[in-house]
């Protein structure tokens, strides 16, 4: 179509420019001039007419899609999405604007740190959760244009970047504040939900990309099976024990989940063990910023997705790190009376120093007396002095 266009348009522009030189040589006919110089100066306007119109057209009609920052672009024909995805470089639009236009679009990584996430957890702890995600608009690049079309349409649909980034971030609020409260497969204390990382990352996996990864065939809760499946074996969190832990005095941490999965035979074991191992998979390749997991609706590729770090705040983080400050300065005195008793027994051994004057003194590094030295300094004359000599020298 563009090239037909274009031309149609290069066609036109030539007879044009001879019509113009075929009315001007007409007019200089007429005015009385000879024909030879008629025909040259029709000849120069039908040339520079041709020249000057062609460049003007094409000077309107070569764009460029971006390369640096890479760019894919969506042709509009008369305002209309078109079908057809152009690739970085010049490409050829006759009527720029007019007849033929493009929706360029950014397709770079987009890196971004959310800001931290705050939920409180069912112990009424305060907990910030601090996200990052990676993504890319398209993708399918290495597959058919009728998918690339789709997801960048989609994109488009969604209000691009703007649009993509507040969806993600208000589905990745409400998941947390979900899993936190969830009994099936949530924490029951701020202790646990620190260490439930990459059960984080799962969830939030599923709630961003949903349909658009592999199901697991199981009634069981995927956080419970992540983490009965993974290795090493992680136990039960607090709430998953009632249903999924020990059932028994001599059962295992996980008979409850064991004894379900007895049920469903081995075929279909291992094709819950081959989805959770591709589950796992997913997880792992998106921690690790290697991802390719694309989400349809929102027409964008998923690179990255995850938790830097789990941080508890509030009240309960000021309480904690009071006890921890205690705790240190309660080690610090134990071994600093350590070291005192080890040193007035060593004495006390060798007979210099009562057992009496020993506990004096602990009670006193200890600050728990005190001692005051009181100093009085008299002055003699010398003949008093000599006396006291004599007198000392006497009684020794």
């Known amino acids: 179509m563009r090239m037909f266009v274009t031309i149609l348009s290069v066609l036109l522009i030539l007879a044009g420019s001879v019509f113009v030189g075929e009315l001007c040589e007409y007019i200089l006919k007429a005015i009385g001039l000879p024909n030879w110089v008629c025909f040259w100066i029709s000849l120069l306007i039908e040339t520079f007419l041709f020249i000057y119109l062609t460049y003007r057209f094409l000077k309107d009609a070569i764009r460029e899609i971006p390369a640096d920052p890479p760019h894919k672009a969506i042709l509009l024909f008369l305002g209309k999405r078109q079908d057809k995805i152009l690739d970085e470089g010049w490409r050829l639009l006759p009527f720029y604007q007019i007849i033929f236009d493009v929706i360029a679009i950014d397709v770079t990584k987009n890196n971004e740190d959310l800001p931290p996430q705050e939920v409180k957890t069912p112990d009424l702890a305060d907990l910030s959760f601090e996200v990052s995600i990676t993504w890319s608009a398209g993708g399918y690049w290495d597959e058919g244009k009728k998918k690339q079309i789709e997801l960048l349409n989609n994109y488009i649909m969604s209000e691009k970047e703007k649009g993509v980034k507040k969806i993600y971030k208000d589905i990745i609020q409400s998941r947390l504040r979900a899993w936190v409260f969830a ?8 202790q646990e939900a620190i260490g439930c990382k990459d059960e984080i990352i799962a969830t939030l996996v599923k709630a961003i990309l ?18 009965y499946f993974s290795v ?20 295992s941490n996980w008979e409850g989940i064991e004894a379900q999965l007895e049920k469903i035979g081995d075929s279909k074991l291992e094709e819950l063990k081959k989805a959770i191992k591709e589950r796992q998979n997913i997880i792992r390749t998106l921690r690790e910023g290697n991802g390719s997991l694309v989400h349809k609706k929102l027409g964008i590729t998923i690179h990255l997705l995850t938790i830097n770090n789990v941080a508890l705040v509030g009240p309960v983080a000021e309480a904690v790190q009071k006890r921890a400050k205690e705790k240190e300065e309660a080690l610090a005195e134990k071994t600093e009376i350590d070291h005192l008793l080890n040193m007035i027994g060593k004495l006390n051994r060798e007979g210099k120093i009562s057992k009496e004057l020993a506990a004096e003194l602990v009670q006193t590094e200890r600050g728990k007396i005190t001692k005051n030295v009181d100093e009085k300094k008299i002055s003699t004359s010398p003949e008093l002095t000599k006396i006291l000599k004599k007198l000392a020298n006497a009684i020794s």
Do not use: F, H, M
Not at 183 to 190: I, L, N, Q, S, V
Not at 235 to 249: A, I, S
């Open 183 to 190: 009994e099936d497969e949530g924490p029951a204390t701020w």
């Open 210 to 227: 949903g349909d658009n990864i592999p199901a697991i065939p199981s009634d069981i809760p995927t956080n419970v099976l992540l983490r």
């Open 232 to 251: 090493p074996r992680k136990g039960p969190l607090e709430y998953q024990k009632q249903k999924w832990g020990k059932q028994t005095e001599q059962g």
